[in-house]
């Protein structure tokens, strides 16, 4: 299964192999309730970046600061963060949910999950699917900001007539990567 979940969309895909911004809004809203309204497209522009960093910056530590011109030092915990979003990061399930009901299948049944795109970044949804599939570790060693642009261009080359010779050795050559990064 891949779950793609990153720039204001959501995807999950089942794969049968044989032989991919809400969450910043959130964030937006909450500094702006906190700080005042916003109306400057400039300063809107700068808010937009300050969250998305903020957001980031959660990923990997218990809490950011929020530091933008023209607004006070806001400091935000993963916490919080995650209280802001909780109704949003349980709807990341329903189509995981929906895709399992279509194919008449449970989480038992998905050997792997792949999560891709930038919000899979955020500990909390790696936790909601970890726990979805029994505590199986979802799969995040695809880079999410080169998920799309890899798919893309495996599809281009397949419409171009490069299938199946020019693919199988983009395809072999990431099993080479990935085989020098586990050894």
Not at 27 to 40: K, P, S
Not at 41 to 57: C, N, R, S
Not at 140 to 152: E, F, K, Q, R, S
Request: hydrophobic residues 45%.
């Amino acid at each position: 299964m891949v779950v793609d979940l990153g720039g204001g969309t959501l995807d999950v895909s089942l794969l049968s192999v044989q032989g991919g911004m809400f969450v910043t809004m959130r964030l937006v809203d909450h500094v702006i309730a906190t700080a005042g309204d916003v109306r400057d497209p400039d300063q809107l522009q700068k808010l937009f970046q300050g969250v998305e960093k903020a957001k980031l910056e959660l990923t990997d530590n218990q809490w950011a600061l929020i530091n933008i011109d023209d607004f006070p030092t806001m400091n935000i915990t993963r916490e919080q963060f995650e209280s802001i979003n909780a109704d949003l990061f349980l709807k990341v399930l329903d189509p995981v949910r929906r895709v399992l009901d279509v194919v008449k299948g449970t989480a038992d049944d998905v050997d792997e999950v792949v999560l891709v795109g930038g919000s899979t970044r955020v500990p909390r949804i790696r936790a909601l699917i970890r726990d979805f599939f029994g505590g199986m570790e979802p799969n995040v060693g695809v880079n999410p900001d080169l998920a799309v642009t890899t798919g893309v261009a495996l599809q281009a080359g397949i419409i171009g007539g490069a299938w199946p010779l020019q693919v199988s050795a983009i395809e072999q050559r990431n099993r080479n990567i990935e085989k020098i990064h586990l050894e």
